[in-house]
Every structure is written in structure tokens, then in C-alpha cells.
């Protein structure tokens, strides 16, 4: 399913944190945002998961207005994983996954045997189904992540927006849940910190910079020293990945007076 975010801006306490931004994303893409911190990434994706409300432009799922659906219908859709999550009771990791087939069941209805065959598949293609009767508030901030991702993919959204998926896991399961999520099929949105795994993941990048959109296109075209001299402050050097081909960056200071140099002038004897 197609997402579009028409003209979006976001008002919060007063202050206007996103301004007017414009972008879509095609059915079964995975389209990134990313930017400095405070850029407004995490502010947009909110609106998209129907936390926020924006203050102008409208969100489209599609073509439907996706504030206008009701609650039940949203949730079908659309699957979230925020960057931050509280449990205040500690629900076993079992019954956190099957809470994502709520909006598939009516209001006084237990889980199904597929509602139960469809967490435990979710729970494997995670690598978190040795957890399963584990309680979740005892789990190390990458189990929990796995867990999340396999509640989110339970839901069977046509649309998962993702704020920063590879928090807390090892470099492995970074790869793994990147990989999942495209395997799985939806539509995806999803802020990233990490460069070179938008580089690597992404089909298409926004690039957003004090709540607006400074550039956008695939990532080797988007990913280019001096945008991100500019937005991130850093000196870039891009290379292609020897089996993938897909763009890799080196980083340095831009405060290096001899980017071939390993030694700032303070450092030497």
C-alpha cells in the first residue's frame, strides 16, 4: 500500500517542528528518513502512526485520509515500532507479541489457534521464540527490540513505520531485522541513524534537516560528501561494498586539517 504525507507540518507546545514536508512511499519500498538529531524524523513518523495529529498537510494510505479511519481499521494498516516503549506490567514476551492480533479479533474475543501460530512464526523469524515464556520487563534492550519487531510484523500492517529498528542489537540482528522486514512485504517507513545501513537497506532516503526536507532520492545519489558536510558535519567518503555494490561511507572530522593524516596538530609530539 502506498503512503503519502501531503504538505505535513507539526506543532507541538507551540513550536512548529515540522514544516510542510512532502514525501511517499511505494507499495512494498522501504524508504528512509534520516538527519541530525532534533531534525524532526521521529515528530513525522508519530504523525504517521496517528501519536500526533498535524497542525497542516494530511497523511494518506492509499489514497484515504489516514486520520479519518477509524482506530480499529488504522491498526490493520499500520504497525509502529517508536523509538521509545514502556511496560508497566510484566506481560510474558508470548502475550506482548499477541497483543498485535488485537485489531483482527472483535472486542470480547480470545486468540485463535492461528492468532497462536501466527505469533510463534513471528516470534522465529525474529530469533526471539526461545523467549517466549520469558517476562518482558526482564529482557536486555535487544531482546525487547526483537520482540517489538515480531509484534509489529504480527499485525500484518500494509504499512510499518519504524523509528530507529536497530536500537540496541549487535550488528547481526541489525542485518537480520533489515532484512526481515523487507522479506515481510510491507510498505516501510523508517528513521535510521546509521548510514551506511540506510545506504545499505533503503530503497529511497529523505534527507530532513530542522523539520524540512533537504534532499531525497536513492542513496547513492543522496548520500554525497557535501550534503552531508552540511547536514551531519562530517567529511564522507563513499565506496561501494565489494559483493553488494551498495555505497559505504568512511567518516572523519571535518576538523582534520590532512584527511590523510591520522594525527590532529594536537596530537603530535
Known sequence: MDIDLDRVSVDLAGTRLVHDITLSAA????????????????TLLRCVYRALRPAAGAVRLGGADLHALAPREAARRVA????????????????????????????????????????????????????????????SGGEKQRVLIARALVQEPRVLVLDEPTNHLDIAHQLEVLALVREAGPTVLTALHDLNLAAGH??????IEA????????????????????????????????LTGAVHLLFDRLDRLDPLDPLDPLDRP
Not at 533503503?202 to 534527507?207: E, I, K, P, R
Open 80 to 139: 509502529a515500532l517508536p523509538q521509545e516503549h514502556s511496560a508497566e506490567f510484566d506481560f510474558t514476551v508470548a502475550e506482548v507479541v499477541g497483543m498485535g492480533r488485537l485489531p483482527h479479533r472483535g472486542a470480547f474475543a480470545g486468540p485463535t489457534a492461528g492468532d497462536e501460530e501466527r505469533c510463534a512464526a513471528a516470534l522465529r523469524r525474529a530469533g526471539a521464540d526461545h523467549l517466549a515464556g520469558r517476562g518482558f520487563l526482564s529482557l
Open 211 to 242: 523539520g524540512r526536507i533537504v534532499a531525497s532520492g536513492p542513496p547513492v545519489e543522496v548520500l554525497q560528501p557535501d550534503l552531508l558536510a552540511e547536514v551531519f558535519g562530517v567529511r564522507a567518503t563513499p565506496v561501494r561494498h565489494p
Open 202 to 207: 533503503c530503497d529511497l532516503l529523505y534527507v
Open 27 to 42: 507499495a512494498g519500498r522501504v524508504v528512509g528518513l534520516v538527519g541530525p538529531n532534533g531534525s524532526g524524523k521521529s
